[in-house]
C-alpha cells in the first residue's frame, strides 16, 4: 500500500514539473497564429465614391422576382375542393373593395387596388410596407 502512495506523488510531482516547465515556456516564447485569410471579401465598409455603390447596386436589378397579388384567402375541404366546377363561386375572407396584398418572393411588400388599363387588370399601389413593419408583421407584434 506504501508503494502505490508513492508511486502516486511521483506521478503528481511529474505533473507539477511539467505544468511549471509548461509555464515557463509559454512565458518565454509566443505563439503567433497564422494569418489567415477571410473566405469572402469584406463588404462592411462603406464605398468612398456614388457611381461604386450604384454599380454594386447594378449587379442586382436582373434578378428576376415573383410578384403575386393576392385578392383573398379561403380554406376548402378536398371534397368541396373536388365539386368546384365552370361557374363555382369561392367566397373569400376579404371583402369586396379591400385593398389587395402584393408579395414579392411570398413576403408582403404593399397593398393596392384593381384597375383596368386597356381591357386589361392592373393595381395601382396605394401602401408600400416598410421594413421596419414588415420585421413587426413578422414578430406578431
Known amino acids: 500500500m506504501a508503494t502505490d502512495q508513492v508511486e502516486e506523488q511521483i506521478t503528481e510531482d511529474d505533473w507539477a514539473a511539467a505544468m511549471q516547465e509548461q509555464a515557463v515556456a509559454d512565458a518565454g516564447f509566443s505563439v503567433q497564429p497564422a494569418a489567415t485569410k477571410a ?9 468612398a465614391d456614388k457611381a461604386s455603390s450604384m454599380n454594386d447596386f447594378d449587379m ?4 428576376p422576382v415573383q410578384i403575386t397579388v393576392e385578392l383573398g ?3 376548402l375541404s378536398i371534397r368541396n375542393l373536388l365539386q368546384l366546377a365552370h361557374g363555382s ?28 388599363v386597356n381591357d386589361k387588370f ?19 407584434l
Do not use: Y
Open 73 to 75: 384567402r379561403t380554406k
Open 39 to 47: 473566405p469572402f471579401q469584406d463588404f462592411s465598409h462603406q464605398p
Open 89 to 116: 363561386v369561392v367566397e373569400l375572407d376579404t371583402l369586396a373593395g379591400e385593398p389587395m396584398d402584393v408579395l414579392v418572393n411570398g413576403t408582403l411588400i404593399a397593398q393596392g387596388e384593381v384597375v383596368v
Open 60 to 63: 442586382i436589378l436582373d434578378i
Open 122 to 140: 392592373g393595381i395601382r399601389l396605394t401602401d408600400i410596407i416598410t421594413p421596419s413593419e414588415r420585421v413587426r408583421k413578422v414578430r406578431g
